[in-house]
């Protein structure tokens, strides 16, 4: 099996709040799918996130949040982002998002957000599609 | 071409584009790495092997620590397995290395082992090349110790640390396996639990076996990467162990291999690939023969080897 190009996805999880457990079912589905998943664990700022993805050079992105703080945080990586010129990288979420903030989020430049229950195919197709 | 420039200035978004297109086994690359080249071999290439969980990355983040203390800068490559059935990967190793994601002088990259089957891919070898280039001081290679992987990095490093656990067998294991031969440095890891002693003497006993005579026999380090404990200890050993392979010529020895290996392996690929093109057809009917027992393979490869050296 000779490879050339291969999806890189970074998983990381910003805020507080202590587990990962949707995350990890995530990073697993893409990685069956074909993809390489860089996963960060917990309790990322969106510092350590974005030079995450600058030194991994991602294609996406995925943010799992549960803590609430999702109109700050995500918004904060879209910014940190294109300060570094890197406004290529495709940025999705998941976790638990109130739906009236979604529109919000995707006028801020995140590119999809999935809501608890999305199956992971979604998810892949979505990827598969939108990474040039 | 800026590409290199800025490689060359430490540009961390320019590595690790670099080592995509590397990963991609893109022309430009090879083109790079050629223009590169005469700026490498100034790097300290420390590979950390051992098995899944022995704690490779908590001693990689903890090494790291300590260089970054003394105003080194690092370079750190983690590789993990790509799975052969899907050809994706989790790549989990910066969990334990997180609070090294916003310092300036470290830059991360995981990589998968992709078509390596096991072991080290050339894009590894590739990727350390353009962090040496870059001005790192250290490139810290971790790779799970696991059949061909762990021959690899002994190839591919100035100094192997292999990375033990006390209470996982890993003692006799070794023994058996004859990779021995392979650390430069025996790290017992978790030594807060029992028998990391134990193992201390057990592998001490088999390296008196191994050496008997020779001047340096590999020291052997008990650490507990999760506290920092040993650490200091592990880098003054490594230092210590740089000046006498320098000293030695060791390292002159040790890289000369390397980079004969490389350019054979370069040469055994670009000729095999130019078999397989030229003469895929005759191949596949001697392969028919063959099956058949109309001919034997030796006779079959010779036919191929005489074909093109007329
Ligand atoms: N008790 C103990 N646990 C450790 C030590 N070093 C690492 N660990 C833990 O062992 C687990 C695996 O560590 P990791 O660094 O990811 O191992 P790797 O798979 O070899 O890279 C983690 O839960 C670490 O916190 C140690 O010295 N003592
Ligand atoms: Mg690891």
Redesign the interface.
């Known amino acids: 099996m000779e490879d050339t190009k291969k999806i890189r996805v970074l998983i990381a999880k910003p805020g507080l709040d202590g587990h990962d457990r949707g995350a990890k079912v995530i990073a697993r589905a893409l990685r069956d799918s074909g993809m390489e998943v860089i996963y960060t664990g917990l309790r990322q700022t969106p510092e350590q996130i974005v030079e995450t993805a600058i030194q991994e050079d991602v294609n996406v992105i995925g943010l799992s949040i549960l803590s609430g703080a999702h109109n700050f945080l995500l918004p904060k990586v879209i910014q940190l982002l294109k300060e570094k010129n890197a406004e290529d990288i495709l940025v999705i979420s998941g976790g638990v998002i109130p739906e009236e903030d979604i529109l919000g989020l995707k006028e801020a430049g995140i590119a999809e957000v999935f809501t608890p229950g999305t199956p992971t195919s979604e998810i892949i197709d979505f990827i598969k599609t939108h990474v040039k | 071409m800026d590409t290199i420039e800025a490689v060359l200035n430490g540009n961390?978004?320019s590595?690790?584009?670099l080592?995509?297109l590397i990963?991609?086994?893109s022309h430009d690359a090879k083109e790079i790495l050629k223009k590169i080249y005469t700026h490498t071999g100034k790097a300290r290439i420390i590979g950390i092997t051992g098995a899944p969980g022995s704690g490779k990355s908590s001693l990689v983040d903890k090494l790291a620590k300590i260089l970054r203390s003394k105003n080194k800068k690092i370079g750190i490559i983690a590789v993990d397995p790509?799975?052969p059935f899907?050809?994706?990967?989790?790549?989990?190793d910066?969990?334990r290395m997180?609070d090294l994601?916003?310092d300036e002088g470290v830059?991360?990259?995981?990589m998968?082992t992709?078509?390596a089957l096991g072991g080290l891919s050339k894009a590894c070898y590739d990727a350390a090349k353009v962090l040496d280039a870059s001005g790192m001081d250290y490139i810290l290679i971790e790779t799970v110790g696991v059949g061909q992987s762990e021959i690899d990095i002994a190839k591919l490093a100035d100094i192997v640390l292999l990375v033990m656990v006390p209470g996982m067998g890993d003692d006799v294991q070794a023994i058996k396996a004859g990779i021995m031969e392979i650390g430069d440095i025996f790290v017992i890891n978790k030594s807060d639990k029992d028998g990391a002693d134990r193992l201390v003497t057990e592998i001490e006993t088999a390296l008196g076996l191994c050496f008997e005579k020779k001047e340096l026999k590999p020291p052997v380090i008990k650490t507990i990467a999760t506290e920092g404990y040993g650490i200091e200890e592990l880098v003054e050993t490594i230092d210590v162990l740089w000046e006498y392979l320098t000293k030695k010529d060791y390292l002159k020895i040790k890289r000369t291999n390397r980079i004969r290996q490389e350019i054979i392996g370069l040469l055994t690929e670009s000729v095999l690939n130019n078999i397989m093109t030229t003469y895929s057809e005759k191949i596949e009917f001697l392969v028919e023969k063959a099956v058949k027992r109309q001919i034997d393979p030796y006779s079959a490869a010779e036919i191929i080897i005489k074909e093109k050296s007329l």
């Open positions: 961390k978004r590595i690790a584009k080592i995509t990963e991609e086994k790509t799975s899907t050809g994706g990967a989790i790549l989990g910066r969990i997180q994601a916003l830059f991360i990259r995981s998968g992709r078509g």
